[in-house]
């Protein structure tokens, strides 16, 4: 089995910047395509930014382009989201998953990922 663990949530300002990290064990890490999730309260969980295993391909959802960025350090087995320039929208609870699958086209969609994390929560006031 694989495990995921997210840290460095946190409650912020807005237009400050927060790091999460992404914890894998496992050994699997390198050979699978990574993403993050997000879900607010009261809303369906949401795709944010995923990295591909070998291309290192990124895609944003258009809600974080240009603010926040996905990277990924296969020696430390950790995934990453850089966050700048917050807002109140962005709180949610952020998940980080892996996929040993190819994702494809699909990479924005939670049933192409096979393992989750629990989340880190990130609090945004205005």
């Known amino acids: 089995q694989v495990q995921l663990v997210e840290s460095g949530g946190g409650l912020v300002q807005a237009g400050d910047s927060l790091r999460l990290s992404c914890a894998a064990s496992?050994?699997?890490?390198?050979?699978?395509?990574l993403g993050w999730f997000r879900q607010a309260p009261g809303k369906e969980r949401e795709f944010v930014a995923a990295i591909g295993r070998i291309t290192l391909t990124t895609y944003y959802a258009d809600s974080v382009k240009g603010r926040f960025t996905i990277s990924r350090d296969n020696a430390k087995n950790t995934l990453y989201l850089q966050m700048n320039s917050l807002k109140p929208e962005d709180t949610a609870v952020y998940y980080c998953?892996?996929?040993?699958?190819?994702?494809?086209?699909?990479?924005?969609?939670?049933?192409?990922?096979?393992?989750w994390g629990r989340g880190t929560q990130v609090t945004v006031s205005s």
């Open positions: 998953a892996a996929s040993p699958r190819y994702t494809g086209a699909y990479y924005d969609i939670m049933s192409s990922y096979d393992y």
């Open positions: 496992g050994r699997t890490f390198s050979s699978s395509d």
